[in-house]
Structures are given as C-alpha cells and as structure tokens.
C-alpha cells in the first residue's frame, strides 16, 4: 500500500523545480552549473518536508538524475498515488461553517479532484461571495467575502504568480466582545481558484490570511 505524503502545494513545489532543472539542461552547456542546479532541486525538494521516511526520500531524490522531459514526466507520475488528498467533507459540513447563509450557492464536490485541492473555493454568483474551506489542525475553516474581478493581471496573494485577479474584502470581529464596529480586510486573489491550486507551491500567505480572518 502506497503512503501519502506529498500535499498539493508541494506537489505543485516539486514540479516548479522539474520545471526549472528542464529548462537549465536545455539551455546551459557548462556541466559545473547543471551540477549545482541539480543538486539544489534536490536540496529544496527534500527540504520541503519536516520529515521523511527512508523510503520517501528515495521517491524524491531521483530529480537530480533525470535528463530528459520524458524523465521529468515520469517522475512526476510516479509522485501523484503519493498525494495526500485534502480532508474529505460533506455539504453538511460546509452549511455548518456558513450558518448565516442558508441560501448559498454549494460547490459540487463530486466534480472535483481533492488529490490536487489546498483549499476550497467557489463563488456564489447571486451575492458576489466568495467562500473559502481550509482544513487546519484537524478542523475547517470557512471564510467568506464579497469578491469584485479586477479584469486586470497580478500577484495573487495565496499563490503569488501573476494571474488575472480580484479583490477580496472579508469582514473582521471586533477586537472587544461588547464592540459591534466591524473592520474588514482586502486582498488580491486569483479569479480562478482551481488555477490558484495548481499554482500555490507555499502555503504561508493562505494560512496567515485564513487565520486572521476566521470566524
């Protein structure tokens, strides 16, 4: 039976520096350099777990021998059964983390893929809402707020890659629990969250903006 371990973000990580050690071999002739670039993807690959079994490290460490894209291809397939897949969740679950939004719109989670998910995301057309699910410390998080598209490209804020973005503004809990003056906090963020899942290779930003916002 086959271990998961490699979570989407450093799935997506791992591929960035296929990606990269591709790109050198095809276009640096002097052997010392591709010798380091090697070496230091698989450096930052390994690096990119707090630990590793024997057994996972020996899954990895190939990225430093492979010399063409068929290879890359291949080791990047033989990555996907070790997925750790985002935690299973049920509509009802999701309903319970939005209580005051009985109406909202549902995503449909049979369409997708939770092998390459770090967080869930859909928009509910019909109030410009935006609703977020992150799965931290053995519990969900649901975050919602309103969403306008930019129709303009930029950094987004969870995956920082340059992606048509929109602005996110989410409402904040007073500091005092007698105070009833909400704040409320904006950041730009991918349009298109499924391409914002296949692009995030760090989950600091996401989880820091998750947490400062929770419900």
């Known amino acids: 039976m086959k271990t998961t371990f490699i979570r989407n973000h450093q799935f997506n990580y791992i591929k960035k520096q296929s990606d990269f050690v591709l790109k050198t071999l095809r276009t640096v002739a002097d052997r010392r350099v591709l010798e380091t670039v090697r070496a230091d993807a698989e450096m930052k690959v390994t690096g990119a777990f707090a630990s590793l079994s024997t057994e996972q490290e020996q899954l ?5 021998t492979l010399a063409t894209a068929e290879e890359f291809q291949e080791y990047m397939k033989n990555l996907e059964p070790h997925l750790e897949p985002f935690p299973p969740i049920t509509l009802k679950q999701i309903q319970k983390l939005f209580p005051k939004n009985k109406k909202m719109k549902l ?5 997708v893929d939770f092998r390459y998910v770090t967080y869930l995301a859909w928009v509910d057309i019909s109030s410009n809402k935006l609703f977020i699910v992150y799965p931290h410390e053995g519990q969900f998080i649901g975050v919602e707020g309103r969403i306008v598209p930019t129709h303009k490209k930029g950094y987004c804020l969870f995956c920082n890659r340059q992606q048509e973005l929109a602005f996110l503004t989410v409402k904040m809990k007073p500091q005092l629990a007698a105070a009833d003056n909400y704040s409320s906090i904006g950041q730009y963020v991918c349009m298109d969250n499924q391409c914002c899942n296949q692009s ?10 998750v947490l400062s916002v929770r419900k």
Do not use: M, V, Y
Not at 200 to 209: G, M, N, P, R, V
């Open 60 to 64: 990895l460490r190939p990225i430093s």
């Open 107 to 111: 995503p449909d989670l049979q369409s």
């Open 200 to 209: 995030i290779t760090d989950i600091s930003a996401l989880e820091k903006f």
